[in-house]
């Protein structure tokens, strides 16, 4: 079965905190997407991380990729009340569509 | 460009009405996907075309639901009848490039509430 963890679910982080989410797959997956969806609004793209080692950065966020352990992480730096939102993560398994996981929800407290 | 459209974005009906939510793809993507969101169940994808050909429907809930994409610009999702637990938001997305596991642009979503 293909699955697909993050966690926390849910994270209130102060602004200026360091923090981590952690996208956990089941089976192999080269190429690996993150997501950002602000309340009652669509999903926007924010990052793909197409091989193992890939890291990208934008800003105060920067995502990488450990396709052996089936890893990838959403790193927040120093962050600010903007990044509050919901972020998705969803890797290409190879079967043609992307399979998104739970969701976080982060909410950064002034 | 002005992304992927969706209409309505919000609609109330009735239990055992038939819904149709319309979705204008970005111009030039070639791949057409449908998604449900729910508190519950989280983003599901219900179906997906590829060059107007549904490749993968099995997220599709029942026969209550049906999709269509008649040519490169146009897709519907026709729930008849509605019943109160299909109220999700329905996002559409499309994908620029030659697969479809390319970046995915989502549209603003329709709101679906059966009463």
């Known amino acids: 079965e293909l699955k697909v963890e993050q966690n926390p679910l849910f994270l209130s982080m102060q602004e200026g905190k360091n923090y981590t989410i952690y996208c956990n797959y089941s089976t192999t997956s080269d190429r690996l997407y993150w997501y950002r969806q602000d309340p009652g609004k669509s999903l926007e793209s924010l990052f793909v991380l197409l091989s193992n080692g890939a890291v990208k950065q934008e800003g105060r966020l920067m995502a990488s990729l450990d396709t052996k352990a089936r890893l990838s992480t959403l790193h927040i730096t120093a962050a600010v009340h903007d990044l509050s939102a919901t972020y998705f993560c969803a890797p290409d398994f190879g079967n043609e569509k992307l399979t998104f996981g739970t969701g976080t929800r982060l909410t950064i407290i002034p | 460009d002005a992304g992927v459209i969706q209409s309505p974005r919000h609609e109330v009906t009735e239990m055992g009405q038939e819904v149709t939510l319309r979705c204008k793809p970005i111009?030039?993507?070639?791949?057409l996907f449908w998604y449900r969101q729910t508190m519950m169940r989280g983003l599901e994808l219900l179906i997906y075309?590829?060059?107007?050909?549904?490749?993968?429907d099995s997220g599709m809930p029942e026969d209550r639901f049906s999709a269509k994409m008649p040519n490169a610009s146009f897709s519907t999702l026709k729930i008849q009848p509605s019943e109160p637990r299909d109220s999700a938001v329905y996002f559409c997305?499309?994908?620029?490039?030659?697969?479809?596991?390319?970046?995915?642009?989502f549209g603003p979503g329709t709101r679906l509430t059966v009463l």
């Open positions: 075309f590829n060059n107007n050909v549904p490749i993968d």
């Open positions: 111009s030039g993507h070639n791949s």
């Open positions: 997305a499309s994908t620029a490039g030659g697969t479809s596991t390319d970046t995915q642009y």
